[in-house]
């Protein structure tokens, strides 16, 4: 039994999306994986009631245009939106100023990119937890 069964990615560079799904294929998850373009996108999906199943955990991009990874974080611990669901930030920062205010707006982990070393799939099995 896998810890999360419905994924929701946050991303809008389409590399990245191919890379989690390459990382995917590679250590065989069988999630369902859902997308949105950025964080409004997600927002309108999620109360136009598109998202089905309903994701369990949220793999989210901290830079957007429209909403980026900080104010849907935001959003989200003001709104309510997405309550129960875990938020792992990915992003190419580094900057511990950048890991403190994710987690001080409710993220359960942050992971850097680039998402095509093996280590970005070790640490997707991680968060997975295949």
């Known amino acids: 039994m896998t810890k999360y069964q419905t994924v929701l990615l946050i991303e809008d560079d389409e590399v990245d999306v191919l890379n989690v799904k390459r990382a995917f294929r590679k250590k065989g998850f069988t999630q369902t994986l859902l997308l949105a373009e950025n964080g409004l996108d997600a927002l309108q999906k999620y109360k136009g009631e598109e998202l089905n199943p309903q994701p ?37 920062s580094s900057a511990e100023s950048d890991i403190k205010r994710a987690e001080e707006l409710g993220a359960n982990g942050y992971v850097v990119k680039p998402l095509y070393t093996d280590r970005f799939a070790d640490e997707l099995e991680k968060i997975l937890g295949e």
């Open 56 to 92: 369990d955990v949220i793999l989210l991009d901290l830079n957007m245009p429209k909403m980026g990874g900080f104010e849907f974080l935001k959003r989200r611990s003001e709104e309510g939106f997405f309550a129960d669901v875990d938020v792992y930030v990915m992003s190419t």
